[in-house]
């Protein structure tokens, strides 16, 4: 059984930086992506950054320069550094961990939420 946790979220002033993290439990094979999406209210859940089980990573235009995902494969975590924060930056971030060499199956994480505001 695979089970995903987000760690992290909270309340920041616009400019200011948060970390979010996430813990995989179980086994996710030898090749896998680990991400961060997020979804605003009102709005459609969209990919922040993601990872592969090579290092390869990529990110959405609006967070590129100011969000970094890295990853501890020995601990199947992932971390979402955030810097320079924006009130459009506003959502609940989910952490998901897609095994492609099992089954590709995906697994999401409960959320957690960043709110961005003076």
């Known amino acids: 059984q695979v089970q995903v946790a987000e760690s992290g979220g909270g309340l920041v002033q616009p400019g200011g930086s948060l970390r979010l993290s996430c813990t995989v439990s179980?086994?996710?094979?030898?090749?896998?992506?680990l991400g961060w999406h997020r979804q605003a209210p009102g709005k459609q859940r969209e990919l922040v950054a993601i990872i592969t089980n090579t290092g390869n990573t990529n990110y959405a235009d609006s967070v590129k320069g100011r969000f970094t995902i890295s990853s501890d494969g020995a601990k199947n975590t992932v971390h979402l550094q955030m810097n320079s924060l924006k009130p459009e930056d506003t959502a609940v971030y989910y952490c998901?961990?897609?095994?492609?060499?099992?089954?590709?199956?995906?697994?999401w994480g409960k959320g957690t939420l960043v709110t961005v505001s003076s």
């Open positions: 998901n961990v897609r095994r492609i060499s099992i089954g590709n199956t995906n697994y």
């Open positions: 179980g086994a996710i094979g030898s090749i896998y992506t």
